[in-house]
């Protein structure tokens, strides 16, 4: 249970560091901390099947986009970027505020809450209920994956009026 | 049980809505494209805990972790279709800032 209070309290720094840096390499970093101690707290919860894909997929595989998209685009001169350092942090400092005081407010005004526990699956084998119960899930699934190789071809594929 | 089953449920609970309010604040305080798509990161993160904690407390994990990989599938394609609509929007700009998007056609 503390563990899992730190790695909680983890998370939500690493994404409060992702929101308020002002270089958006750090941010990207940040990120995929935070999905780093996410997967961490789905092995401790006892999902090591999605903690590897969070892990592998998020932490890996979106980092590298994020980078490679800030490696395309290009630096902001020091003087602009100096000035709109100092517009980020008057925007932006009331952020740990709202946190701290939201938190607050759940913390002193805790109730006791009923939790009703649906029934459970008699089919607890990932596979199982991946391949058999939502198979569905699988083929859209597919068609999203379709559709997303289609948006890439469309938008990387080069303007063939240019020459390009 | 009962009530430490309470507990855990308000501590969730609380850090799950303490992230969305990261994500939300992100996305509505900035002008960056780029940024906006990371508190787009952020929203997701804190709905895949949340799933993943309603598997833990029904014991459906099984059920829970599919649905987070459908999840973090979809999440992956959006990513990469919004970096390359972020990318043609610098190309034609040579910014990122979302207020440019005023001056497009339509």
Partial sequence: MNIMIFLLVLMLLAGLWAVMTSLLLRAAIALALTSVVLSILMFQMGAPLAAVFELSVCAGLISVVFISVISLTHRLPLKEYLARRQNRILRFWFLPVLLAIAGLMFFLFKQPVEVHTPARLLLAEVRIVLWQLRRLDLFTQIIVLLAGVFGVLILFGGNKENGN | ?106
Wanted: hydrophobic share 60%.
């Fill in chain 2, 1 to 106: 049980m009962g009530i430490e089953l309470s507990q855990i449920f308000w501590l969730f609970l609380t850090f799950f809505i303490l992230m969305l309010i990261e994500g939300f604040y992100c996305i509505t305080m900035t002008y960056n494209l780029l940024r906006v798509l990371i508190g787009l990161e952020i929203l997701i993160k804190a709905v895949t805990l949340f799933i993943i904690f309603a598997g833990y407390i029904s014991g459906n994990m099984a059920l829970a972790q599919t649905v987070v990989i459908t999840v973090i599938v979809i999440e992956v394609v959006v990513v990469v279709i919004a970096a390359g609509v972020i990318l043609g929007f610098f190309r034609e700009y040579d910014s990122l800032n979302v207020r440019n998007a005023r001056n497009m056609k339509g």
